[in-house]
Each structure stands twice: as structure tokens, then as C-alpha cells.
T-cell receptor
Framework: GENVEQHPSTLSVQEGDSAVIKCTYS??????FPWYKQELGKGPQLIID?????GEKKDQRIAVTLNKTAKHFSLHITETQPEDSAVYFC??????????FGTGTRLLVSP | DAGVIQSPRHEVTEMGQEVTLRCKPI?????LFWYRQTMMRGLELLIY????????DSGMPEDRFSAKMPNASFSTLKIQPSEPRDSAVYFC?????????????FGDGTRLSIL
């Protein structure tokens, strides 16, 4: 079935450390993988996305890697800051326009 | 530029009442999506429209739920009659050209509580 597994569910790091969130997906035809950040009382906001024709994409302190063979992708945040604290969701495109979301990772960055 | 606008931001009503949630997509976007977010089920797609036409409503939980898009700048999600298990945060999102072209942009949601 259509499924995206996300780990860990919670992640606590010290300011300046790196954070890594991992996701696996079920549909081998998936070719688009966005990551969203959701702050309290707000909607999910896109922070980075990757398509299946590349293995890695970087935007300043954020990077995403994709392993299509293993059907998993990861979000890497370096030099974390307290304002990075939020819930992060991975997603995979399944079907024509459908995004299936992971269950979310609550990231807490302590000063 | 204005993002996706949803109203109301909060809605509290008694079970059995009709609830109408509203969404204004980003101007020029031709896809509109309705999602529901709960602790138990996470973020799930209910229905999406392309050029105001419903394309996939397989995520709509029951006949009590209906969605319309009368024009390119307005959509509604209606629940009638409402039940306590409908309590959730409902998000609207829009995109231009679909996922092959552009990402989805989300509104800030409507927090719905059915008593």
C-alpha cells in the first residue's frame, strides 16, 4: 500500500549539532520527495525537495539525500539553531498528484 | 504575495451542525488540495481539484463530507452533519502545474472542534 515511514518521532539536539531525519517509502514509482516544516499553529512550509533524477540537494544548512534503490531519503540539518525547532514531515508523491506524508519528527534544539 | 488563505482559523460547534470551511488559493494556481491532520492519522489528502474540477475524492471519509470549487479563487469543504470524530485541523494547499512542476503551498489551517 501507500506508506511513508519516518524516524525518529522526536529528536533533541544541542544548538550547533547536526540533525538527521530518515524516511522510507513503499511505491517504487515515486519520483518527488518534499520536506515540510510545521511550526505551532501554522501550516506545513516547504523547506526543500528532491526529484528522483538526483541523489542529493543542498540549500545552505539543509540537505536531502535520496537512495532510490533502497527507497529511502533523509533530511540533514547542520549547525542547528533554536529556530529550527519544529515538526518536520517528509512526503513522497504517489499517484498523479498525491503526496503521502510521514508521521512527523518533532525536533527540539536546545540553546 | 498572499499565500493560501483559510477561514475560519478556529471553529467550535456542536455535533449535528453543518460546518463550512473556506479556502482561497494562491492566485494563478490551478491545483487545490484539501488535507486533514489528526494525531492518529497524521496528514492525509481528502480531495483535490484541477482547474476547479474535482479529480480525486478517494480520501473523503464519508458522504457527510463534500467539497466544491465554484471558481479559481474559492473552495469550500462542508461537513453535514458533523460528528466529534471530525475534530481535526483541516488544511488547504495549492500549486501551479501539479507536482511535476511546482510544490504545494499550504494555508495555516482551520482547527475544528466538534463537541
Amino acid at each position: 500500500g501507500e506508506n511513508v515511514e519516518q524516524h525518529p518521532s522526536t529528536l533533541s539536539v544541542q544548538e550547533g549539532d547536526s540533525a538527521v531525519i530518515k524516511c522510507t517509502y513503499s511505491d517504487s514509482a515515486s519520483n518527488y520527495f518534499p520536506w515540510y516544516k510545521q511550526e505551532l499553529g501554522k501550516g506545513p512550509q516547504l523547506i526543500i525537495d528532491i526529484r528522483s533524477n538526483v541523489g542529493e540537494k543542498k540549500d545552505q544548512r539543509i540537505a536531502v539525500t535520496l537512495n532510490k534503490t533502497a527507497k529511502h531519503f533523509s533530511l540533514h540539518i547542520t549547525e542547528t539553531q533554536p529556530e529550527d525547532s519544529a515538526v518536520y514531515f517528509c512526503a513522497a508523491k504517489m499517484g498523479f498528484q498525491k503526496l503521502v506524508f510521514g508521521t512527523g519528527t518533532r525536533l527540539l534544539v536546545s540553546p | 504575495d498572499a499565500g493560501v488563505i483559510q477561514s475560519p482559523r478556529h471553529e467550535v460547534t456542536e455535533m449535528g451542525q453543518e460546518v463550512t470551511l473556506r479556502c482561497k488559493p494562491i492566485s494563478g494556481h490551478d491545483y487545490l488540495f484539501w488535507y486533514r491532520q489528526t494525531m492518529m492519522r497524521g496528514l492525509e489528502l481528502l480531495i483535490y481539484f484541477n482547474n476547479n474540477v474535482p479529480i480525486d475524492d478517494s480520501g473523503m471519509p464519508e458522504d457527510r463530507f463534500s467539497a466544491k470549487m465554484p471558481n479559481a479563487s474559492f473552495s469550500t469543504l462542508k461537513i453535514q452533519p458533523s460528528e466529534p470524530r471530525d475534530s481535526a485541523v483541516y488544511f488547504c494547499a495549492s500549486s501551479f502545474g501539479g507536482l511535476s512542476n511546482q510544490p504545494q503551498h499550504f494555508g495555516d489551517g482551520t482547527r475544528l472542534s466538534i463537541l
